[in-house]
């Protein structure tokens, strides 16, 4: 979490006055933010020190703008999010999904989960993870990006619309469409499955 | 009910018990990296833009040029042998007037 007795309101006017130090200092102390968004919508492909970088450039380029009407974190986080979702945009093409591209573990969770109404096993926890990231990938990047937050991180639809700053009813709109496809999504491989 | 939604949501709470454990403090050098970047990147915008404006301008204005040049050929071409039969008949009235 960030340091609580960090002098943001000080740091904000040193690098307004172009101080170098107090830049860096703002670096350190937004970068767990950051990197937690990053790594929760990290593109295929992209390093994540990478996209964090250009996170920061960003922010300093238009830090001019930033004028106190939401939580400087949130004006941030917006920032990474947008980054995050230009970059998923950029990959174009989503690959899609097919049973033969699962690895063992993967393929006999999604099996479990499919045939029997009992929760995934403990020990299945991480082939889960990585099976949900596959699915995650066929939605559209904003989609996504919801999804992940409200499923996985189980944020609420208003924390959702602080962090990214759509509107609660855009958000609910972009669940409910996420939703949808999911839900096509199992119906298919269930049928794939049978075949 | 093995519904989709039940699916998904078991999917997903077995992978919500999946801890990322690794640092989130910034990497060693990164802070002063992205700091000396940002301040070369706002320091010159100004020179960098008009450097930038100015060569593409140049380059446009030469096509328009070249372009015009291009359109208007048959006319100029008509233009130099016009003033050239203008030349000529200028001497020939030269020598009448002025025999000597």
């Not at chain 1, 860096?24 to 767990?32: D, F, G, K, N, Q």
């Not at chain 1, 990474?80 to 970059?87: E, F, H, N, P, S």
Request: with cysteine.
């Amino acid at each position: 979490m960030p340091d609580e007795t960090f002098d943001l309101a000080g740091c904000l006017e040193r690098v307004h006055r172009r101080d170098q130090a107090a830049a860096r200092e703002l670096v350190e102390h937004l970068y767990p933010l950051v990197i937690r968004i990053v790594r929760a919508h990290l593109p295929r492909r992209v390093a994540e020190e990478d996209l964090s970088q250009e996170i920061f450039l960003k922010m300093f380029t238009r830090i001019e703008q930033y004028k106190g009407s939401v939580p400087f974190s949130h004006w941030v986080s917006r920032i990474a999010v947008t980054t995050c979702i230009d970059q998923l945009r950029a990959q174009k093409r989503r690959p899609e999904f097919r049973w033969a591209d699962l690895s063992e573990s993967e393929a006999g969770v999604l099996d479990s989960v499919l045939t029997n109404e009992r929760d995934v096993a403990p020990d299945d926890a991480l082939a889960a993870s990585e099976l949900v990231h596959k699915l995650l990938d066929q939605l559209k990047p904003e989609d996504q990006l919801v999804i992940q937050l409200l499923d996985l991180e189980q944020k609420s639809i208003a924390e959702i619309s602080e962090t990214t700053g759509w509107k609660q009813s855009l958000v609910k709109v972009r669940a409910f469409r996420a939703r949808r496809k999911l839900k096509k999504l199992f119906e298919e491989l269930k049928r794939m499955e049978k075949s | 009910m093995n519904t989709p939604d039940s699916q998904w949501q078991r999917l997903a709470a077995a992978a919500r018990q999946v801890r990322d454990e690794r640092d989130t403090a910034a990497p060693s050098g990164f802070a002063t990296r992205v700091a000396a970047h940002a301040f070369a990147r706002v320091e010159q915008p100004f020179s960098a833009l008009f450097a930038r404006f100015s060569w593409r301008a140049l380059g446009f204005a030469s096509l328009l040029a070249l372009v015009s040049v291009a359109a208007n050929y048959s006319s100029i071409s008509a233009l130099v042998s016009s003033s050239d039969d203008d030349s000529a008949s200028s001497e020939i009235v030269n020598e009448i007037v002025n025999p000597s």
